[in-house]
């Protein structure tokens, strides 16, 4: 099914413009003043702390603390942006998927600015700016990519799994989503089986990274011969559970890197061949990825190793806050 969303105009369409771009999608206070494609400054609060201590984002918490920053967070990056407010062309801001009440909170001021100074809104689908943003720049206009489609999209991140094809700007199809648990949230919870904190996604990376990101358990990779793009990582998530309830405690410890490398390849290998399926089906061999787990190291060379055997490219967001819910991909 095509989705495109006609709201909204992509970077290549708005090169003379500056926008203030708003995203409150869930823990991150983020706001950002673009030109085109470069970003002239980005303003983060991060909440990751105040929710550490619950395992996750508690709803909540997270809208109180964007309503209790949100000025704060504009006011300072339109200083940064060396621009004036009454310069700025429109306010684009994050209309979902998200949490809801937090996604309240941004677009409550985006109206707010809008009304203010008498200029357009810009709404803008979340998923799509993670997969944009391996093509926006530091203010010096880095890295310079263009857009040349068709690509194939692969979005992961700790609620979203998806393959996507792009065959224009804007105008795509969802080739398949994850049934269950998206990559992220799997990975978080692994952590969480052997005993890690939120964000469990880079303790795993570490851990694996310390054994040499070696396959010691081979662990299923879910739903390779389905037939379909879709993925599944409950039944993953559960057989990785009975490993570790199945060792003495003293097992589990002295064996965390090699049960953390193990599942975070289960993953990757499941999202690379999925890929690679979708690209041999399609015949594009152009690959976007975005969203929070595509900051891990070893998913982008093992995507890199993948996809250039197949004569193929993959990009990847080239600034590490991109990974992760930002304005400027907004």
Known sequence: MCRPYDHYSTMEQQNEKIILSIDTSCDETSVAVV????????????QILMHEKWGGVVPSIAKRA????????????????????????????TYGPGLAI???????????LSKTYNKPIVAVNHMEGHLYS??????KGNPKRKLIFPYI????????????????DLSYEILGETRDDAAGEALDKAARILGFGYPGGPILEHLAKEVGNTDTYHFPKPMLRSGNFEFSFSGLKTSFLYKV????????????????????????????KKTMKAMKQTGIKHILVGGGVAVNNRLRYLMRKTVRETSGFVLFPSYKYLNFDNAAMI
Do not use: C, W
Not at 153 to 168: A, M, N, Q, R
């Open 35 to 46: 030109s085109g494609k470069r970003v002239l400054s980005h303003v983060e609060y991060s």
């Open 66 to 93: 964007h309503e209790e920053r949100i000025d704060f967070v504009v006011d300072k990056a339109v200083k940064n942006s060396k621009s004036k407010i009454q310069n700025i062309d429109a306010f684009a801001v």
């Open 102 to 112: 937090a996604l309240e909170v941004g677009i409550r001021k985006a109206k707010e």
């Open 134 to 139: 391996p093509f926006v720049q530091n203010s």
């Open 153 to 168: 999209g692969l979005l992961v991140s700790g609620g979203h799994t998806e393959l996507i094809v792009f065959k224009d």
């Open 245 to 272: 309830r199945a060792m003495s405690e003293n097992e589990k410890n002295n064996n965390l890197g090699h049960l953390a490398s193990s599942f975070q390849e289960a993953v990757f290998q499941t999202l690379i």
